[in-house]
């Protein structure tokens, strides 16, 4: 995976595919408001500072530094798509990218919670216990929502995409969406100690959220400028 930094676009990013802006905080962008009612001039000409200058120095001049970054994959369409027969648990597999994404699909279809998060790296799992504890989310809710996307239902998987040391399985359930449409998901995977495991470390990576729509700029402000809004900054 090669890395360019050419000129200059600001690097994209959203999970299960976001595009992130930040901007100044809450109660920052509320002062900054007010201040520019009080005022004559345009906001983007109102300027505050982390620290004021300890001499004397020009008005601020903002910039903006784009930066490029190329995210290279490759993805296999399988032909035709394949159909998923769940296993049990005593005999799941976790030896393949495939084997491992049909456990876990077998895991949801199962509603068994126990399992599915058994089939995550440690980190992941972890990271996903702290998001329940923050939402409230308990297991009794993700097999509910389990089985309303997949019982009953037909799931097939569809494409194997490689990135870097990560292999992403894409597959859909047949059926389940809004008007009878197919739900589209995809599996995050890391090999650790000869297995196949989900991993959280790219749930916000490009590649996972928009590797349908290669050479698709996506765009994310990084870090803005004190005193300085999204509507107010500097455009390409």
């Given at each position: 995976m090669k890395?360019?930094?050419?000129?200059?676009?600001?690097?994209?990013?959203?999970?299960?595919?976001?595009?992130?802006?930040?901007?100044?905080?809450?109660?920052?962008?509320?002062?900054?408001?007010?201040?520019?009612?009080?005022?004559?001039?345009?906001?983007?000409?109102?300027?505050?500072?982390?620290?004021?200058?300890?001499?004397?120095?020009?008005?601020?001049?903002?910039?903006?530094?784009?930066?490029?970054?190329?995210?290279?994959?490759?993805?296999?369409?399988?032909?035709?798509?394949v159909k998923?027969?769940?296993?049990?648990?005593?005999?799941?597999?976790?030896?393949?990218?495939?084997?491992?994404?049909?456990?876990?699909?077998?895991?949801?279809?199962?509603?068994?919670?126990a399992w599915?998060?058994?089939?995550?790296?440690?980190?992941?799992?972890?990271?996903?216990?702290?998001?329940?504890?923050?939402?409230?989310?308990?297991?009794?809710?993700?097999?509910?929502?389990?089985?309303?996307?997949?019982?009953?239902?037909?799931?097939?998987?569809?494409?194997?995409?490689?990135?870097?040391?990560?292999?992403?399985?894409?597959?859909?359930?047949?059926?389940?969406?809004?008007?009878?449409?197919?739900?589209?998901?995809?599996?995050?995977?890391?090999?650790?100690?000869?297995?196949?495991?989900?991993?959280?470390?790219?749930?916000?990576?490009?590649?996972?959220?928009?590797?349908?729509?290669?050479?698709?700029?996506?765009?994310?402000?990084?870090?803005?400028?004190?005193?300085?809004?999204?509507?107010?900054?500097?455009?390409?």
């Amino acid at each position: 995976m090669k890395r360019k930094i050419p000129s200059l676009a600001h690097l994209p990013l959203r999970r299960l595919a976001l595009l992130c802006c930040l901007s100044l905080s809450g109660g920052a962008e509320t002062a900054f408001a007010q201040q520019a009612a009080r005022s004559s001039q345009k906001p983007e000409q109102i300027v505050t500072f982390i620290a004021p200058p300890a001499f004397p120095a020009s008005a601020p001049d903002v910039q903006r530094l784009i930066v490029e970054d190329s995210y290279f994959y490759q993805v296999r369409t399988f032909t035709p798509a394949v159909k998923v027969k769940p296993v049990t648990r005593a005999a799941a597999s976790y030896g393949t990218p495939e084997d491992a994404a049909i456990a876990r699909i077998s895991a949801l279809v199962a509603g068994d919670f126990a399992w599915f998060r058994s089939g995550w790296t440690q980190q992941a799992q972890i990271v996903l216990d702290e998001q329940d504890k923050l939402t409230n989310q308990t297991p009794e809710f993700w097999k509910n929502l389990w089985a309303k996307i997949f019982t009953g239902r037909q799931v097939e998987l569809t494409h194997r995409i490689e990135t870097g040391e990560y292999m992403l399985i894409a597959y859909r359930v047949l059926g389940a969406g809004k008007d009878g449409k197919d739900v589209e998901l995809i599996d995050a995977l890391k090999k650790v100690d000869g297995q196949w495991l989900g991993t959280q470390e790219i749930s916000r990576d490009p590649v996972l959220n928009y590797w349908r729509t290669p050479e698709t700029p996506i765009k994310r402000i990084i870090r803005m400028a004190p005193g300085v809004t999204v509507e107010s900054a500097p455009r390409q």
